[in-house]
């Protein structure tokens, strides 16, 4: 099966090309345009290299969320799009999950962590087993200090992987807290990722796949703010 995943839920941009979970080819960019503009360009110069058309795909995946709202968007709106116009299925996976699939060569406990402003995280945990991440928290939003007290209670040093790695870092250095770090190449989230979580992901239409934010925007918070003022 052929699978063509796309990440755009942070500042980095990526599209993989994936037969039955082997990599064939990835491209990411991580240069600051925006993803409406690199991500489709990045999908169609992979297939053009692989000599391979849209027809030939056989799954569409995206990571659906959490992340930056403007990013969600793009990424789901492109694969509703290609799904419904080539006909072909689709799926959405969890960005932190597809993120847990970089720490599978550093094993035990791993620490998916995307900022989320005002000192809080995204964040899931996963411990690898058997080669691949298996979940031990659902998504959630939640501050650094209730991850430090958290990941106190557990055995194993976190593995911390995502772009909120280098602030989870900062505040578990300061509490006393052990830690490691993934290098530079696994640090940022990746299609590659998302294709692999997308393995065992029951596939759906164009219509089922919704992007999952966690929690309202911050113009949302703070409308709701300013009215709750009033």
């Known amino acids: 099966?052929?699978?063509?995943?796309?990440?755009?839920?942070?500042?980095?941009?990526?599209?993989?090309?994936?037969?039955?979970?082997?990599?064939?080819?990835?491209?990411?960019?991580?240069?600051?345009?925006?993803?409406?503009?690199?991500?489709?360009?990045?999908?169609?110069?992979?297939?053009?290299?692989?000599?391979?058309?849209?027809?030939?795909?056989?799954l569409f995946a995206v990571a659906h969320g959490p992340g930056s709202f403007t990013g969600i968007r793009i990424g789901v709106s492109t694969v509703k799009g290609l799904s419904w116009a080539c006909d072909k299925p689709c799926v959405g996976v969890s960005t932190l999950e597809s993120m847990a699939w970089h720490g599978l060569a550093a094993g035990g406990l791993i620490c998916p962590v995307m900022d989320a402003r005002r000192q809080q995280v995204y964040n899931a945990l996963f411990q690898i087993r058997e080669g691949k991440p298996v979940r031990l928290?659902?998504?959630?939003?939640?501050?650094?200090?209730?991850?430090?007290?958290?990941?106190?209670?557990?055995?194993?040093?976190p593995f911390l992987v995502g772009d909120g790695a280098a602030l989870t870092a900062r505040f578990l250095e300061k509490e006393g807290l052990p830690f490691r770090m993934a290098p530079e190449n696994l640090l940022w989230q990746s299609a590659w990722g998302v294709g692999m979580a997308a393995l065992d992901k029951t596939p759906g239409d164009s219509q089922s796949l919704l992007p999952v934010y966690l929690r309202l925007s911050q113009a949302e918070r703070e409308r709701q703010e300013r009215l709750a003022a009033e």
């Open 1 to 58: 099966m052929l699978t063509l995943a796309f990440e755009s839920s942070a500042k980095a941009a990526s599209v993989a090309l994936l037969r039955d979970g082997s990599l064939i080819s990835q491209y990411s960019q991580c240069s600051g345009l925006t993803h409406s503009r690199t991500l489709l360009p990045m999908a169609e110069d992979l297939l053009k290299n692989a000599e391979l058309t849209l027809a030939d795909i056989d």
């Open 137 to 157: 928290t659902e998504d959630r939003p939640l501050s650094l200090a209730e991850l430090g007290e958290e990941l106190r209670s557990l055995d194993g040093i």
